[in-house]
C-alpha cells in the first residue's frame, strides 16, 4: 500500500479519524496550541478520544525522530565550523544552555516543591539543549523539574559521556560544570569576567565571538519555543507523553 493510501485508509472500527486527521489533530495540539476541548469539537470526538490520539502520535514521532543520530562527530563540527569562529573557538564541540516550561502545580507539597523554578517563581519542566556551532540541535535531555540545577542536569543528561578529550564546550557563565567536563577532558568555554576597569582588546573581540555563538542556542531555544504548546502552562494530564513532545519540538526544529 502506498504513502498516500495508507493516510487515507479507511479507520478501523476502534479508530474514527483516518491517520492523516490524527497527525494534523497532534500537529494543531502542539504547534497550534489548541486546547484538547477544542480539538475535540472540532473533530467532533470524544475528550479522551483526543488525548489517545495525542500521546500515540507524541510516543509515534518520538520514535521515528529519535532513530535519526543527531550527535556529530568532531570532524563533522570543525567541518562546518563558521570561519569567525575559527580564532577563539575551534575546538568548541557543543553549546548547551537550560531552558523551562511552565507547568501545572502539582498539589503534593513535596511534588510542588521540587518543580517550582525560582528563576521563573512558577512550576516549571527543564530541559537541556545542545547546539552545534553550525546551529544544529545534537543534544537534548529528558526533561527535570524545575528546582534541579543547570549543572545537575548537566551530569545526569548523559551530555558527558558523549565529550572527547579536548573537546570545548560553550555555556553561559550560571554553568558551574568545569569540574563535570574535566572528567572527560574537555573544556568549559564562557564569556571572560571583568576583573578590572575593561577588557584588552583581545579580551574584547573573544567575548564578542562567543557572544555571537552563544546566540545561536539562543535562537534554536527560540524556535522550540515557537511551538505553542509551550505558550501556556503545561497540564498535569500531559506529564506523561510531555518528554516525548518536549524532544519531538526540539529535533523537529532541525527541519525548520
Known amino acids: 500500500m502506498g504513502k498516500e493510501a495508507a493516510a487515507n485508509a479507511t479507520p478501523s472500527p476502534s479508530r474514527k479519524l483516518q491517520l ?11 504547534a497550534v496550541g489548541l ?7 472540532m473533530f467532533e470526538v470524544s475528550l479522551s478520544s483526543v488525548s489517545r490520539v495525542i500521546i500515540t502520535w507524541a510516543n ?22 563558521p570561519s569567525k569562529f575559527r580564532k577563539y ?9 537550560c531552558t523551562e516550561l ?18 521563573k517563581s512558577h512550576t516549571t ?7 552545534s556551532p553550525s546551529g544544529v540541535v545534537t543534544f537534548v535531555s529528558r526533561l527535570f523539574t524545575g528546582a534541579v540545577s543547570d549543572k545537575e542536569i548537566t551530569r545526569l543528561s548523559g551530555i558527558i559521556d558523549l565529550l572527547e578529550e579536548g573537546d570545548e564546550v560553550m555555556a553561559d557563565k550560571g554553568f558551574l560544570i568545569e569540574n563535570l567536563l574535566s572528567v572527560a577532558g574537555a573544556k568549559l568555554i564562557i564569556p571572560p569576567f ?7 582588546k583581545e ?30 502552562v503545561i497540564p498535569l494530564t500531559l506529564a506523561g507523553s510531555i518528554n516525548q513532545i518536549w524532544a519531538n519540538c526540539c529535533l523537529l526544529a532541525n527541519y525548520q
Open 20 to 30: 492523516i486527521d490524527e497527525f494534523f489533530m497532534y500537529s494543531l495540539r502542539t
Open 35 to 41: 486546547k484538547e476541548k477544542v480539538l475535540a469539537d
Open 60 to 81: 509515534y514521532l518520538y520514535a521515528v525522530l529519535g532513530s535519526v543520530p543527531i550527535w556529530m562527530t568532531r570532524e563533522q563540527v570543525r567541518r562546518h565550523l
Open 89 to 97: 573557538c575551534q575546538n568548541v564541540r557543543v553549546i548547551l544552555d
Open 102 to 119: 511552565r507547568c501545572e502545580s502539582p498539589n503534593a507539597i513535596t511534588l510542588h516543591c521540587e518543580t517550582f523554578s525560582t528563576y
Open 125 to 131: 519542566f527543564k530541559g537541556l539543549i545542545g547546539v
Open 194 to 200: 571583568k576583573h578590572k576597569a575593561q577588557f584588552t
Open 203 to 232: 579580551e574584547t573581540e573573544q567575548t564578542q565571538a562567543i557572544a555571537r555563538l552563544r546566540i545561536l542556542v539562543e535562537r534554536v531555544i527560540r524556535r522550540v519555543k515557537e511551538f505553542h504548546i509551550f505558550d501556556s
